[in-house]
Structure formats: structure tokens, C-alpha cells
């Protein structure tokens, strides 16, 4: 009897567990994901605004970062291979190809999608929930960022595929658009973009964020470049009225030249009146991804080397100043090289940054072509290094020793036959003149010089004048970690230039010289100079009508932007590249060819097209 | 009276676990591990021993106190009893292939966790370690791989078998489990076993049963061994002299600028040159390590109640400074019978265990970097904390500092779980059964992590880069299966047997990590975010899944002699599209005991032969959750420099998925069980093949199209293969010596049959090829280096694309066009062994026994990241450039024309097709172990009052007896320790690296293991 009841109990027990388990059957098999954000979002303010900022966010995963900005300036005239270059078929056309190109190309159309995406959901939202003024205004933004990809993807890989409207199940078809195509659709998104855009930067897009004369900027730099490729007056000509309508509007803008080239590059005014678009960094952990290794916790310290996102630009042009500087380095008789010997007067600090010696200028001396003998940096681009200050704005050439060495007359290879002390902050501890010393590296002349020099005869792809334009000291004590300096992409001397560069194309001649006189003259000015040497200056610096030429500009523009992710499609678009290559780099003239004026499609895309048409690679590859 | 006697088998062996009960009463005692039993006993009555494995014997007692009783062992065990999907079977009864390990077999080998005892033990059963650090797992395949995937833990998941631990669903980590606490495990293989689970069945099914009670005397049994174990081997790298020459060679052969190198040697390096110093940092590092194991258990009970109670502790100490895995477990089973109608019991397993891991597994690759020129100690005694001071590599702190900063360094995870299952069993009528199964498992794992600065593991100078992080994650399931059994036998020939299931599972898991920068001591460690000066960050993942599912199953026997199973199951998945979450698995199986026919009466030398063969579907629906809804990519942005300019950021990274559905897989397999010469010779061979289709394929979208990948059920697999396994009584002889073996061979052969579509033969920006296998490598084929000759002759001119050199790796221009680019890819080999197998040798004689494990894969590649180097993260991102020590290596020279390594060359980080010297023959035979016991006599226990005690002597991993990869001193062991770091084929920037297998990493070395141990009980 007990047992029965405690049977009939259980048994209760159990269908009961049945029963509550059954209720609950159709739940089990429903999903609610409670940590991450789907597509749907997209149809909300904030996910239009997040849209947004998420291209952003990847523009600055390429601009900045290594293998992107090697892609920009790496097999031009104006570069050269440091002793550390990674991605050597860049440098060099040897064994360039379809594999080992091409880091932006998934990332532009991932934001090309996000942004229809964003245009889409976007414009759907009611004039409730998202007032019609802001909504426009994101629309514009997106525009923008689209024209921005695009003219990217058309310089680059020529035709490409053209997506405007959001793609939300996968398909495995793709074919290319011809370029003529995708210019007309950057035309539109930008003329559309423009009406909608604030003349200077509106919350919430600060800072340096896609302006009306950004887009203007971009607008003027797709005429002249479809001018270029089509051979069309009407482009140039419009390139050049968009051009000026910017400068004459430029107070409007808040746009203008720094007196000195110089303050151009200096960290207080990165977001200043001569920027015109950036991508952003910041110490903040989150919004400025400053150290975004995986592994690593993001913030100061991390010593980061690679990743995505981080500014690591004032790094590349660096050579390995700690490591083979030491003070009784001497010129060796056989081989004529610079032999490393005794103890460095330098440890890595934030003012002289990370050394990564990627990328090098141009400063070897020419075995042959037509300008034998000549080297680009010094006889070329910067022939001129006493009137224009730009030499000495882009380049570092001393070291001030940061470490106290004592160096005795004894030590092995000290040639100078005395013993002295290095002061730390006062002695120069290397010095790269643009021009041969006697007695170097050890004697300046006959004087006993207490670092070593090294003249542009001892230069090599570890010794080399480095790139200042870009450090960034505020790094402190974490001198290992990426700058937090924005990534300036559009300059407001660029403005002059495409004019300059549109006018010459049109014909006219004068207006490309005042245009380039203006940044010439510009470029004479030293806050160190009295006034009568700067007036002195700019008159040398003033051409005229007839010094235009093709290859000037050209000049001209490596003198402006050296290292500023343009070489590469400067070239392109004035269809010099091959030229301008042969003749002057030594490292990539024997391998270019004509096919190279367009990069490889990455093989993945034409591997991963496995349905319709395959995908075409461009010619030559 | 008391009796007391020992059971042993014909061969002599002690016959554990065998109830010995006095006729007609319910008293009952078990033998112990030696076959030992004691038992209150009238001296009239009769004793009835009955086991798994053995025929039952009924001993007339006649007033002995001592009786010692040889049985005999059942033909080819056929009454056992194993444990199948959803209940159990007599052996005889088994229409599918499955595999029983019993406890004995498992204990042979002292390991962790029980997937590292099975290893080479068990016909189609392939099993890779992983690593050598604390606490690390293994791959385990059930006949090979199905599924089409790139990454490792997509083929685990989708290719890894269920683990089922007393009829619960068991996930997570198997190191949880003790393995003093299992009995015994069943590998259900084929599909018409395992369809019975399902969508989870594909992958293969072990079945762990663990121990519980027995009626009888309460006995008390402590196992425990204790071990040493140090490295196989180290990795042979450069000493200093080798050294530097290596580094001149690397200017020497510089292709971009020849003769410079921005890594010579620094002045501290020629001065340590000068001094003759050569700093061996292998040796300064590794050390031996300790493994104890401690397991004590009492189990007894009555006929209506039975219970089981059980603890152990386990530590293992690595050979890195300061690693080690610790686990404490408790375990409790009761079982009971409420009435002859209604019986309950539980299970509870708990573990926690301590992981403590500074350094990580990684240690090894930058003990091989660092420079050998340099002192590990200043002249003044103290450690050089910055060895390579002065070169590049300047801000790599000692190693040493793993040894004497251990406090600054953490690296711990401690893991809680509980795993539990409850049952209740109703005898509704006569042959009908309803039983609830109900598991509940939770496990908690936090991990807590420091790196103060100057350390190994942190580089960075001021304690304001100090790192810490916590994480916590939370894992819980639920199962609840209600089964009802209906038992029939018509006529006394016809038996019946329906099983009925409802089930319904439920996984959740939910995780968070936080970081914090600038924890201002080291002793704070990770206890106190709030005292760092850095901001605390954080991230969280949310993932839950349900199954919902029926089963049926009948089997029919006829007259002993033909078997039928015949199942069918529905699941329901929650990760799959609305509309396609549920899926039919049918399955049937035939067997045919020939034995029992008349025919083969005559046939005295045959003991038994069964013929079996099935046919059924089972699944995987290990899409993780979410898939099917898309998603976009969160990050956060700053427009400008103030805080009104940051935004949370978004891009759309994975398109919708509204198709997504199962996976499945059919397959045949047709088995033979035979017993001959008296059983001394007994087998299976078992042949199968199977289909997948339907495969949840990541597949990688054209970038234009704004999504990287996404899952789709496309592709066809298929595979075949052969096991057989013997087991023979060599030697009986009458002065008690015995010698057995047991042997298994078996391979596998797998190939994918359909890619995204018919007409798609190859997809190569992944590597797969259709009639190839699985995971295959393709690249270029090296053929040599280009020799100094090869330039005079022109012949390295006529390769334009890239130019070559002599001392550069030679590839094979398959299409002649001089150029080497993507087209001159091919398949060069792949991972599936030609085949595997194991050998156990087992000898007694008096009280000692002497097991030896042997086992082999042959015939597969290796990948071996650190041969090779791509510039980035994979690989070893310096190989040849003479930038860092590296693996001793034949590299060519102009006075050395070797044809194995390029010369190396300072002008670059990546050689032109250096994807090629990584892939290497990973053929090996290895001993597993040697295993030598002393069971002390009977007197001597009797003095001691303990019932039985075993002693013995172990060798795990004594020696490798064949491997090609060791022979060529590229590494201590081929067998593998970390997943992926292979680079990607030079020419495919795709992710084609097969990183799904086993390579051998610059991780800890393999280990070899020396214990003495202790089976005691009383």
C-alpha cells in the first residue's frame, strides 16, 4: 500500500515532467540572438549612422597601415625598397601578381554594400523617426563614401564590378562593369552628395569627415582623371571650374595654406584649415582602435606591430638609426660600403619613432638611361634644396644623440685618435648632409666629428634620409605603439594642383602656372628666413607660362605630397607610370611593363566566381 | 564461514568484476581487480560466479575456505552485455558496428583523460594529440572526415564523434571526466548504430558508461601512480657559431641588395662570438614534469541499493616552468529499487580543475629565436633580461624570466562542472518499460590572466603596460529523453524488442572577457580592475541551440540466429532556417549468427561466426547559431578628436542565409565476428562505405559581393574503408605463462565526390578538389634549388616570372611558360593516413603481466609551419632571413649545392614559394607504451589484509620506432601539437592552408612519461 502510493506519486511526478516538457517543445526550437547586431538594424537611425561610421572605421584599416600604403607609393619613381621592405614584388614588378595584391579590394566592397545597405534601409525610414534634414544629410555621407570606394577600385583595377543597390543573399556570380560606367556613377553620387553636405565638418561628423568642398575636391580629381583617360577637354575644363570655385570659396570652407609648408605637418594642426579629409585615430581604446591586435589589450603600451586599423606611418621611412649607427662606423676601402662599428649614440625614442626601413626615397645614383649619374631625391624632385623649404620639412637628416657614449682612442675603428663624451640632447649624433663631406663618416674634413656622417654617397637601402612629415612624439614612452595622429588623404594644396594639372591638359598654360605658383611660392617661405630672403625666395621659386611641362608637375608633386598615398595614381593618371619608372627607378625599370598601369585582380575573386561567366583578370597578369 | 578464492580466465588472467553470489540467497561479493573475492558462506552451499565475458559456473563449496575456480570465457563474449544507444544489448543481439574498450584495456596506458588511453587501440578510430601542454586534448575521427572545411573548429564540431557519458549527451571539455572513473566505452561506427542519434550520429558515437555500485560487500579500492616526464626531444637549432655564419650567409646571398643585411651580427653578439659563448635556451628552459594521479572509491550496496562514491586528484606538471593541470574530482551514484515495479538512481560526476598555462604552448618558438650569442647571465650573476639588446629583435625579454618572475606572469583557468543524470524506470506491465532520463550539466569557467611587464610574456618597459583580463563563461544543458521499452518473446523463437523515444536538448553558453591595462603591481594580478589605470574593456558572446527529437527502434531476432534492427529518428534543430529544421534518419541492420545453424555443427574449430551488415542515415547539424540571419560587424569610430565625434560603427559582413538545412550521411557496412581454434583466435572485419551530402559549406562569396563567406548545404563526400581487428592467445602454456595479442588495422579513404555544383571541379582558392581527399595541399611543387650550374646553363633565364636565382627554392613550371604564377599549382599530397593500426602485446606469468602498445599512421603529410615563411603571423615569420635563430637546417651555399633549403637571404621575409619546405612526410610507428605489473601472492596479502594489490611500472611514449620526419631532424615528434600556422600556399592568399589538421608547430615538444603506480584493494 505504501509502495503503491508512492508509485502513483512518482508516476505523477513523471507526466507532469512530460507535459511542462512538451510546452515548451515549440520554443526550443526558435533563435534569439541576444550579442550581435543584424542586417534589420541597418532600418534604424542609429544603424544608419553606424553604417556610416562602420566605412570609416575601414577606411582607416587601409590608409595607414602597412601593406595599403606600400601599394600607394611603392614601384614609382619616387621610391625605393628599404633594407626591411616587406611585399618586395611591390617595389620591384618581379613576381607581382594576382596573389599578393590587393588588400582593399574586399574591404571596399564590403563598405560598398554596407553603404547600398544604408541607402536603402535609410531611405525607407519614415521623416518620424529620422528627421528628412538629417536623413539627407546621411544619404549625402553615404554618397559620398561610395564615389570614394569607387574611384579607389576605377584608378586601381580599371573595371570593376558596380553595385548600387544592397546585396542580402549570397551569390557567387560577379562580372566587371566597364570603367566608363562606374565614372558616371562616382559623377552622380558626388553631384548628388554635394547638394546635401555642410561646408565644414557637422556633428556628428567631426572632425575632418566627407565635407561639400570634399566632395567637390573628389569631383574635380574624377574629371581630370576621366580627362586623362579618355583625352577629354570637357573633363579638364570642368576639373579645373570645380578646382577654382573651391579656392575662391575658401573662407566659406574654412580651407587654406599654412604659411609654412611645414605647419602643415605639425600634429596641432592636423585638423587644421589645410585638411580636407582624414581618416581618424585616437588614444581612445575603443573609438580609435589605437592597438588593435588580437591578444593584446587594446591601449597604451602594447607595442603593436601590425594590425588592423593602426596609423603606423611615421614608421616606414624610418631606417634602423638604434641599431647601425655606431659611432666609429667607418667607410670600408674594398667594398665602399659604411661598416657598422661601436656603440650607437641613439635608442629608439618616440621623436625618432620606430624603425620599420620599409620604404626609402629615391636617392640611389643612376648606372644608365638618360639621366645617368643623376640621383631622383637630390638632382630631380629636390634639385632645388636652398629656395624650397620642402626638403627640409620632409626629410630627417640629424640625429641628436639621445644616449651617452663615451668613445675612447683606443676603441676598435675610432679613426679620430681622441677620446671624448657624447652630451645627450646637444651633440649631433648622425648626420646626413645632401651633399659629400670629406672626412666622412668620422671627420668633417679635417675636423675629428664626434657622431658619424653619412653623405648621399654612403646612402643605401639602410641609410637614408628619413620621412618627418609624419612622426608622431606624442608617443611618449610608448614609443612602440601606432600613431594616434589622423591619416591626412586629402590636402588642400591638392586643390591647386589638380588645377594647375587641369589647366595644363586645357591648354592654358597660364592659369597651371599661377595655379602652381601659388604652392611654389608657397614652399619658399621659412619662419627662420627674414623677410627679404623670403621675397628673395619666392621670386626664385616663380615660374612661368612655359616651364609647365608634364614631367614639372610631376616634380612638382613629389615635392608636395612626397609619401602621401598618391605616387602611385598620380602616375597612373598622367599615364607616366612605365616612363617615369624606367627612367628613373633602378630596382622596378627593368621589370615594368605597360599591363602594369592596372593592378591584379586578387585571384581570390576570380577563384570564388564559380557561377555565370568566370571573372576577368586584368591583361598581362 | 569465510571464504575466500580467486577467479581467473583459461589463460590465467584474474577475472575482475565478477559476481560471485552464494546459490539461492542474496548474498553476493565482486572480484576485485585480481580476481580476488571473499564471501560469508555455508560450507554446504554452492557458489554461482557470473560475469560480462565468461560462462557462468556453479562450484560446490564442500567446506573449503579457499577455493580458486578457472572459468571459461564466453564464445567471443557473445553474452556480454554493451551498451547501445538508448539501452543495451547482449553482444550476440548486435546487428551494428561497434567496438567495446573495456576498463583493463583503457588502464594500460596512465593518461588524462580517456580519449588519450584509446589511442591506437580501437579499428577506425583515429586519434592526434595536440600538444604536449597541460591539459590538452586531441582530435578524434570515427572513420575519417565528411564534412568540407578549412578551419578546425568547424571540423571538430562537424567531424568529431558524440560523446555520450551514461546516456547523456556530454559536451565540453573530456579532461573533465576522470578516467579512473570509466568502466568501460563503446564506439558505435556505423550508421545503423548511430543513426539512432540522429543529427549527431555522423561523426561516430563513443558511448563511456562509468562506474557504479554492486551489491555486495562494500569495497574500498585506491588507485594511484606517480610519474616523471621529460621532453622526447629538443628542436635542433643553430649555435652560435652556426649562427653567425648563417647570418653572414644571409647578407652574402641578399638577393635585393647582395652582401648587406640589416641583421648582422650587434657588437655584443661578435664579442659573445669571440668568447665562445653559445647559449643552448632550450636546455635553461625545459624541466621535468610530474604527473600524480590519486583515486580512492567505495562501492557496495544490497540487492535493492547500491551505491557508488568515489575521489580523485590529478596533477600533472609540464615542462615549461611553472605549467601545470590540476583536478579535483567527486563522484556519487546510487541506484535503487524503490519496488518490483519502480527503480531510480543518479549519477553525479565533479570535477574542478586548475589550468595554469604562463607562456602557453607556445614557449619553444622563441626559445628557437633567440640569438645562442648571449650570456643568459650578466657577469654579475644576475639574469641578462634583454638578450638580444642591441639588434632588432632588442625588446625580447629572457625567457628566464618564466622561471624568475613566475609571479608577474598568469595564465590561469579553473574550470567547474557538475555533470548529472536521473533516471526512473516504471514496469508498467509485463515486458513494458517506461524509463526518464534527465541530464543536467553546468560548467563555469573563468580564466584570469596577467602579464606584468619586462617578462616573457609582456615586453613592454613600464609597469603602465601591464595587461590583465578576466574571463567567465557559463555553459549549461539540459536533456530530457522519455523512452518506453516493450520486451516480447513469442513462442520461445521469436524475440521482440520496440524502443520508443521523445527527447528534447537544449545547449546554452554564454561568455564575457574584460581587459585592463596599467595594473600598478604586479602582485594585484587580475584581482582588482578598478585599481588599473586603464580603461576596462570588455566583450561577450551569447549562443543558444535546441534539438528536438522522436525515435523509434524494433529489433526482431529469430531463434538466436537472424537479427533485424530497424530504427527511424526525427530532429528538429533551431540553427537551421525556418522550414527546414527537421530531418528523417532511417536505419536498419541484418545479422546472422551462421554458428547457431545447423550446418556448422560439425565445425567444431569455429566458435563463432556472425555475419552482420546495415545501412542508415545519420546527420550533422553543427551549424553554430545565428547563421542563418546575417550579420553586421560592430566597431566604433571617432570623427575628430572629442568625445561628440565617436560613434558605434557597423558594416554588413554576412548576408541572410534562408535556405540553410542538414547535413546528412548514409552509409553501408558489412561486418564479419568470428571466434576460432576455441576462441584462442578471435576477430571483425568490417568493410563500409559512406555518403555525405548536402555539406554545411562555408563558402567564400566573390568579394564584389560585399560578404567574405557564407554556409550553404552544398557538396558531396564520400569515404570507404576497411578494419579488421584480431586478437589471439599465442602461447598457453602449462607453468602459467601467456602470451596474447591484440591487433587492429584499418584506413580510411575519403574523397570529395561534389563541390557548390556538378560541373565544378575544383575550388581552388580553398584547395578542394573533386576525387581528391578532404584536405589536400596544393602548391607548387618544389623540385630542388636553382643551382649556380642551372644559371650557367641559362636554364634559371628561361623562368621570367619571377626571375630565379641560383640558391632560390625551384618550383616545377607545370604549363612551360616560364612563368610561375597561379596555373602551376598542383596537388602534392594530403593527411589521410594509407593506413593505421596498433599492436598490443601482453604477457603473464606467475603474478607478473607486461602489456606493450604500439601503434602507426603511415603514409600521410605533416604540415610544418616553422620550415616555412610567409613575412606574416603563420609560419615562422623570419625563416632564412638570418634576422633570428631558427631550426638547424641544409640550406645552400655556393659551397654547399644542396637541393633541400634555399639559401637564405637577408632582403626578404618571404621566400619566393617558401609555402613549400613545410610539407613533410608525418609517417611514424611509436611505441605508446610499456606496462609492467606485479600482482603480489595471495600469503603476502593475507599479511597485508588488503584483498588484492597490484604494482607496476610504466612508459608512456618510450620510443619512436619509425618516423621519417624525426630521422631528418626536423622536429622531436610527427605527430603533431597545435593546429593551423601553416602559411598559405605561396600563390593563393586565400585561406587554403589546410589549418583543419594536426601540424607540427614550434610548440612543447612531445613528452616522454615514466610512472610507477599502485592498484589496491581491500
Known sequence: MRYMNLYKKTGCLLLAAVILVCNSCKKVLEEHPESSILPSFLATPAGVLGGIAGVYNDIRSQWGTEGFSAEMVAGTDEHLSGASASGIQLYTYNGLNSSNFGSAWGTAFQDINTINGVLEYGQAIDSLTLAPATKRVYMAQAKFLRAFWYFYLVQT????????????????????????????????????????????????????????????????????????????????????????????????????????YG??????????????????????????????????????????????????????????????????????????????????????????????????????????????????????????????SRYSNTF????????????????????????????????????????????????????????????????????????????????????????????VIYRFSDVYMIAAEAAFKAGDLTNAAAMLNVVRQRAAYRKTNTPAQNAAAVAA????????????????????????????????????????????????????????????????????????????????? | MRIKGRITSEAGQPVASATVALKGTSIAATTDAGGNFEISAPSDGTLVISSVGITSKEVNINGRNRIDISVATTANDLEQVIVIGYGTQKKRDVTGSVVSVNEKTLKEVPAPNVIAQLKGRTPGVSIISNGATPGSGGQIRIRGNRTITN???????LDGPLLVVDGIPYGGSINDLSPDDITGLEVLKDASATAIYGSRGAGGVLLITTRRGKAGKAVISYDGYHGISHIMKEYNVMNGQEYAQFKQDAATYNRTSPGTSAYLLTQAEKDALAAGVSTDWQKLIYQNGFTTSHQLSVS????????????????????????????????????????????????????????????????????????????????????????????????????????????????????????????????????????????????????????????????????????????????????????????????????????????????????????????????????????????????????????????????????????????????????????YQYFTYPAFGLGWNVTEEEFMQNYHFINNLKLRGGWGISGNRNVAPYQTLGLLTAAAYNFGLTSGGQQLAYTVTQVSNPFLS????????????????????????????????????????????????????????????????????????????????????????????????????????????????LSVIYDYKKVGIWQTEDSVK?????????????????????????????????????????????????????GFDLSIVIYARMGMKVLVPYLTADGGASGFPFFNQGRLNQVKVNYWTRSNPTNDFPAPDAGTDRLNFGSTLGYRDGSFIKCRSINLGYELPAGVLKRLKVNSLRIYLNATNPFIIYSPFVRDGFGPDPEGNGYGGAVNPTGASDASAPTRQVSVSLNNPAIRQYTIGANLKF
Open chain 1, 157 to 260: 583595377w580599371g573595371d570593376v564590378p558596380l553595385h548600387t543597390s544592397f546585396i542580402s543573399v549570397a551569390t557567387k556570380s560577379a562580372s566587371r562593369t566597364p570603367a566608363a560606367q562606374v565614372y558616371d556613377q562616382i559623377i552622380k553620387d558626388l553631384n548628388e552628395a554635394i547638394v546635401d553636405l555642410p561646408n565644414t565638418p557637422t556633428s556628428p561628423f567631426l572632425g575632418k569627415a566627407a565635407t561639400k568642398p570634399t566632395a567637390l575636391y573628389l569631383l574635380a580629381k574624377v574629371y581630370l582623371t576621366r580627362g586623362w583617360l579618355n583625352n577629354t577637354t570637357a573633363d579638364f575644363t570642368q576639373a579645373y571650374n570645380i578646382a577654382s570655385s573651391i579656392i575662391t570659396n575658401k573662407a566659406t570652407y574654412g580651407l587654406d595654406l599654412w604659411q609654412d
Open chain 1, 396 to 487: 630627417q637628416t640629424v640625429w641628436i644623440s639621445n644616449t651617452a657614449v663615451t668613445n675612447s682612442a683606443t676603441a676598435d675603428s675610432n679613426k679620430r685618435g681622441i677620446s671624448y663624451s657624447m652630451t645627450v640632447g646637444v651633440d649631433t649624433a648622425i648626420w646626413l648632409p645632401d651633399f659629400e663631406v670629406p672626412g666622412a663618416p668620422q671627420f668633417n674634413g679635417t675636423t675629428p666629428f664626434k657622431g658619424i656622417i653619412i653623405p648621399p654617397s654612403l646612402w643605401t637601402n639602410s641609410y637614408f634620409p628619413a620621412v618627418k612629415k609624419f612622426m608622431d612624439p606624442s608617443r611618449g614612452a610608448n614609443f612602440n605603439d601606432p600613431s594616434t595622429r589622423p591619416v
Open chain 2, 300 to 579: 557496495g550496496g544490497t540487492e535493492a541499493t547500491q551505491f557508488g562514491l568515489g575521489a580523485g586528484y590529478y596533477n600533472e606538471t609540464g615542462i615549461i616552468p611553472h605549467q601545470k593541470y590540476e583536478r579535483y574530482s567527486v563522484r556519487a551514484t546510487i541506484d535503487h529499487k524503490i519496488n518490483s515495479r519502480l527503480k531510480i538512481g543518479l549519477n553525479t560526476i565533479n570535477t574542478l580543475s586548475y589550468i595554469n598555462t604562463p607562456g602557453g604552448s607556445g614557449v619553444p618558438f622563441s626559445l628557437v629565436r633567440l640569438t645562442p650569442l648571449a650570456s643568459p647571465y650578466l657577469p654579475d650573476g644576475t639574469l641578462n633580461l634583454t638578450p638580444a639588446i642591441g639588434s632588432l629583435d632588442a625588446s625580447i625579454i629572457s625567457p628566464l624570466t618564466l622561471k624568475t618572475k613566475a609571479s608577474s606572469i598568469l595564465a590561469r583557468t579553473r574550470r567547474l562542472r557538475t555533470f548529472n543524470s536521473v533516471y526512473a524506470e516504471v514496469q508498467i506491465a509485463k515486458g513494458l518499460r517506461y524509463r526518464l532520463n534527465v541530464g543536467l550539466d553546468y560548467r563555469q569557467e573563468a580564466a584570469n590572466n596577467y602579464n606584468g611587464p619586462l617578462t616573457f610574456t609582456n615586453t613592454a618597459t613600464t609597469q603602465a603596460s601591464s595587461n590583465a583580463s578576466v574571463s567567465n563563461t557559463e555553459a549549461w544543458s539540459y536533456n530530457i529523453q522519455n523512452l518506453l521499452y516493450y520486451d516480447k518473446t513469442i513462442a520461445e523463437k521469436h524475440k521482440i524488442n520496440l524502443t520508443g523515444l521523445f527527447e528534447v536538448n537544449k545547449d546554452h553558453n554564454q561568455a564575457s572577457t574584460f581587459n585592463v591595462t596599467g595594473v600598478p603591481a604586479d602582485y594585484i594580478n587580475s584581482s582588482n580592475f578598478s585599481l588599473a589605470q586603464g580603461q576596462t574593456t570588455g566583450s561577450g558572446t551569447f549562443t543558444e541551440s535546441g534539438l528536438l527529437s522522436y525515435m523509434g527502434r524494433a529489433n526482431y531476432t529469430y531463434n538466436n540466429r537472424y537479427l533485424l534492427t530497424a530504427t527511424v529518428r526525427v530532429d528538429g534543430s533551431s540553427t537551421l532556417a525556418p522550414g
Open chain 1, 541 to 621: 621659386m616663380t615660374i612661368t607660362p612655359s616651364d609647365v611641362t608634364l614631367d614639372f608637375i610631376l616634380d612638382e608633386r613629389t615635392r608636395e605630397f612626397f609619401g602621401e598615398w598618391q605616387r602611385w595614381h598620380d602616375l597612373v593618371r598622367t599615364k607616366s607610370l612605365v616612363r617615369r619608372v624606367k627612367e628613373w627607378n633602378p630596382e622596378a625599370g627593368p621589370n615594368i611593363q605597360d599591363f602594369h598601369t592596372l593592378r591584379p585582380i586578387p585571384q581570390t575573386e576570380i577563384d570564388r566566381v564559380t557561377e555565370g561567366p568566370a571573372f576577368t583578370q586584368n591583361n598581362g597578369y
Open chain 2, 794 to 846: 641559362g636554364l634559371t633565364a628561361g623562368q621570367t616570372s619571377p626571375k630565379a636565382y641560383p640558391g632560390q627554392i625551384r618550383v616545377e613550371d607545370l604549363n612551360g611558360d616560364g612563368k610561375i604564377d597561379a596555373n602551376d599549382r598542383q596537388i602534392l599530397g594530403n593527411f589521410q593516413p594509407k593506413w593505421e593500426g596498433g599492436l598490443t602485446n601482453r604477457f603473464a606469468y606467475k
Open chain 2, 662 to 773: 542538414w547535413q546528412s550521411t548514409s552509409q553501408y557496412d558489412i561486418g564479419l565476428d568470428f571466434a576460432v581454434l576455441d576462441n584462442r583466435i578471435t576477430g571483425s572485419v568490417d568493410v563500409y562505405q559512406q555518403k555525405t551530402k548536402d555539406i554545411l559549406l562555408p563558402v567564400n562569396l566573390p568579394q564584389s559581393n560585399g560578404a567574405n563567406s557564407t554556409v550553404q548545404n552544398l557538396g558531396k563526400t564520400k569515404g570507404s574503408g576497411l578494419e579488421i581487428s584480431l586478437s589471439s592467445v599465442n602461447v598457453r602454456a602449462t607453468n602459467g605463462f601467456t602470451w596474447s595479442t591484440d591487433v587492429n588495422f584499418f584506413f580510411n579513404r575519403e574523397q570529395i565526390t561534389e563541390l557548390t555544383t556538378p560541373s565544378e571541379k575544383a575550388n581552388k582558392s580553398n584547395g578542394w578538389f573533386v576525387g581528391e581527399p
Open chain 1, 263 to 388: 605647419d602643415a605637418f605639425n600634429p596641432a594642426n592636423d585638423y587644421g584649415k589645410e585638411t580636407m579629409f582624414v581618416s581618424d585615430h585616437s588614444i581612445d581604446p575603443k573609438y580609435g582602435l589605437y592597438n588593435n591586435v588580437s591578444g593584446v589589450t587594446p591601449g597604451p603600451g602594447g607595442g603593436a606591430s601590425g594590425g588592423a586599423a593602426q596609423n603606423l606611418t611615421p614608421w616606414f621611412y624610418i631606417w634602423n638609426y638604434p641599431s647601425n649607427s655606431g659611432i666609429n662606423s667607418y667607410k670600408d676601402k674594398t667594398t665602399g660600403a659604411l661598416k657598422n662599428m661601436g656603440a650607437s649614440d641613439m635608442i629608439r625614442d618616440a621623436a625618432n619613432g620606430r624603425p620599420y626601413t620599409r620604404t626609402r626615397p629615391n636617392t640611389d645614383v643612376l648606372k644608365s638611361g638618360p639621366h645617368t649619374g643623376k640621383r631622383y631625391l637630390l638632382d630631380e624632385a629636390f634639385a632645388d634644396r636652398t629656395n624650397d
Open chain 2, 151 to 157: 578551419t578546425q573548429s568547424s571540423a571538430d564540431a
